[in-house]
């Protein structure tokens, strides 16, 4: 069974500081991830995606991926109260005729004032 | 933007009842998906397909079916619902099987 893991949390962090976002995934084929956000109460929402070993920037969101490692994260900067929500990592499942997303439980982040 | 949006918000419904679930996309997408996600279970994947008419189970088929005779609409049916088929059931669509989703709002029901 393909598997996203991620640690629940919840994950509390100051504001102003990094928050670190960690996820590891089982299939050695996957390619691509994604980072989503998902308010209480509402959908998700994507961040970002990677791609390519390495780090990946997007305004306060670095997404790392190391293939090697089987391991992707997301760092925050500057964590804002605003930042308060469930983060999901989803990996790609090449699995039967077209591919499709598997994603992690979820962390729980909460950022305090 | 790309739109996904589902028939319903909120949805109760009695145990036994035929239920659908409406999800339509404005993007000329050709994936669209059926998740459920449940606390502490995550986003589970109902069913999926690629094309009209096409379809593909997912991790938990079991008690749905799916229908998609259109590309921009994919419908979700609850054959006979059960309680333990009360849930939040997102609707997603994507470009292709490995690009990002787009999200409908959410369907929150309730089976009793």
């Known amino acids: 069974q393909k598997e996203v893991e991620q640690n629940s949390g919840p994950l509390s962090v100051p504001e102003g500081a990094i928050a670190s976002l960690n996820c590891t995934y089982s299939d050695r084929g996957s390619q691509s991830f994604f980072w989503y956000r998902q308010y209480s109460g509402k959908s998700p929402e994507l961040i970002m995606f990677i791609y390519s070993n390495g780090d990946k920037e997007d305004g306060r969101f670095t997404a790392q991926l190391n293939k090697a490692s089987q391991y992707v994260s997301l760092l925050i900067r500057d964590s804002q109260p605003s930042d308060s929500a469930t983060y999901l990592c989803?990996?790609?499942?090449?699995?039967?005729?077209?591919?499709?997303?598997?994603f992690g439980k979820g962390t729980k982040l909460s950022v305090k004032p | 933007d790309v739109k996904v949006t589902q028939s319903s918000r909120y949805l109760v419904k009695r145990t036994g009842e035929k239920v659908f679930l409406e999800c339509v996309q404005d993007m000329d997408h050709e994936n669209m998906f059926w998740y459920r996600q449940d606390p502490g279970l995550g986003l589970r994947l109902i069913y999926f397909s690629y094309d009209v008419k096409m379809k593909e189970k997912g991790d938990i088929p079991e008690g749905y079916s799916v229908s998609r005779e259109k590309k921009e609409r994919f419908s979700l049916i609850l054959e006979s619902a059960s309680t333990n088929q009360t849930s939040m059931y997102l609707c997603?669509?994507?470009?292709?099987?490995?690009?990002?989703?787009?999200f409908g709002q959410g369907t929150r029901l309730t089976v009793v």
């Open positions: 989803a990996g790609v499942n090449y699995g039967g005729s077209q591919g499709n997303l598997i």
């Open positions: 997603a669509s994507s470009l292709g099987g490995a690009t990002e989703a787009f």
